[in-house]
């Protein structure tokens, strides 16, 4: 790590806001007294209280033998030693002979709004068996990789938990990424199937999905089949389909010899349930390993606790599956909870602004999850489209994926929050499968852009450079010090750990650290800051800036390329990349929009650079260093304060650079 970005402490933020009597009388952990005794247990007897939580709340074909075992310096974290369960049986088969049979499992909302969907469990278990049955006809088997690039449709969730049903790994790519991004997915993880759909709507664009796939195993041997879900026809739409290697869905799942009824595979605590491929600051996105005993009691549990989930209660997040708050807060912590999830094909935009107002009116939403990007958009559109729906059944807000700014928050608050709703800002990663740090409706008082406290069980400290702790509002690195069931196992095809141990466990030796700086307030609230790494957040998505560079350098014309992060008022983060050229090269405008469409078909749309400048040279110590310090103060407009230039190695260059500043 090179220096030290976002760890400026902010501290001017003291309005806090306590839950009001309808909150308390709703939640699970009703005051702070209670939190505080629940936590005191939690970490004082860890395995007694998540021994507890797992008897509590999943079913268990046979129970484990031991709790856990882990060492954080190899490192290595098993929970629930020899337990056997199956994640499918968890959501589904424990719910369909007793009263929440008939009750929604899914709600499906269309991209346009005049169709939905909603399955029952009886129904979900129905689709899931028999969807089982096809993949183990295709030849698929427990402990294969299955690719699922997918719109939101119901299919997606139906894939995810067929695959869980007979133990296949599944792992979703997000529809927004490219046909190539697709095919390095593929090829990492040696997938022997693609599961995909005709094409995706969102608003009104269409993304060519099954095209994409064809691309991309082209020159991916191990994919033997690719299974195709209809979306609703688009007239003069055709879909190309390779004979003995692409099937319909609907012909694959209605067909006479699938049966209905599939026995769910008895796996261990330790098997894998999936993998999800996230950025990280070096290379290529690692393929982020969960297994099934702690991802599913940690995602359910918290699930639970953080959205007071009650039985007649009606959830919406709005994240895509492709990202883990849809794994995580879509399917498996709500479905493993008896809970109904609504699914969003669309976009918050399309027709219009009042979208997530007209879904929350719609089926009544209880609990509404969103990023703070999300909000910003809708903030800017003013308050008359929210003021046309009835927004009274919402009991829980959240938020995720990025630091909230206090003004976006007391917008939320206010708007949709009626001012009594809590809010919950929840801090989180791919990597820990689930929330750690967030308040709890009901017990936790709330402070605008503040996550508020670790989760039961959750060991956060913030340490200084030196490894010492933090002060009060003093702000450092955050780290957790004890596993939790739902830490990341390891990333695909390493398994010595090599890479989870240099990425997550060498800053502090022996503790996890996530990449995030954070401090912690004389309350003991966390605010977290943000990134120190080179990974980027915009919109709530990660991209790492190496990423990003070679797909530039990849490009013919370009010689070298810089990426970093600036504030950005929707987005949070926006792309802001530096560019040279090849000496024959002239750098046309015409090439900056090249530039600008081959980083979006290498990665896909969410990496298009917002900003693109062409530079003679890029700012470098004398051992050739890219000093991105410098980059990343041009970026924010910042030219003030540069900093020390003096061991560039040429600093004209930034004279130059600062004369074609965007
Ligand atoms: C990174 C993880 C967790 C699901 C979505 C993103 C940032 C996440 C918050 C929050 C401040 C946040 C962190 C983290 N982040 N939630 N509530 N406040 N920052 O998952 O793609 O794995 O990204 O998102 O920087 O490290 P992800």
Redesign the pocket.
Known sequence: MEEMKNIEVLMDEKRVFSPGPDVVERAYIKSFAEYEELYKRSVEDNEGFWAEMAENNLHWFKKWDKVLEYDFHKPYSKWFINGKLNVSYNCLDRFINSDKRNKAAIIWESNYGYISRTLTYRQLYHEVSRFANVLKKHGIKKGDRVMIYMPMIPELSIAMLGCARIGAIHSVVFGGFSSQSLKDRIQDCGAKMVITADYGARGRKFVPLKANVDEAVEVCPTVERVLVAKVQTVTGYRTAMTPDRDFWWHDEITADDIESYCEPEWMDSEDPLFILY?SGSTGKPKGVLHTTGGYLLYTALTFKWIFNNKEDDIHFCT?DIG???GHSYIVYGPLCNGATTVMFEGIPTFPNPGRFWKIVEKYGITSFYTAPTAIRSLMREGESWMKKYDLSSLRVLG??????NPEAWMWYHKNIGQEKLPIV????????GGILITPLPGAIPTKPGS?CKPFPGISPAILKEDGTPAGPDEGGYLVIKKPWPGIIRGTYGDSENKRVKEVYFSKFPGMYF???SARVDSDGDFW?M??VDDVI?IS???IGTAEVESALVSHPSVSEAAAVGFPHDIKGEGLYVFVTVKGDVSPTDALKKELINHVREVIGAIASPDKLQFASGLPKTRSGKIMRRILRNIAKGDVENLGDTTTLADPFVVDEILKGML
């Open positions: 996230t994240a990202w883990i708050t938020t995720v994926g990025e630091p909230i800002d929840t801090w989180w990663q791919t990597e820990t996550a996530p990449g995030d977290i943000g990134r957040n709530g998505h990660r």
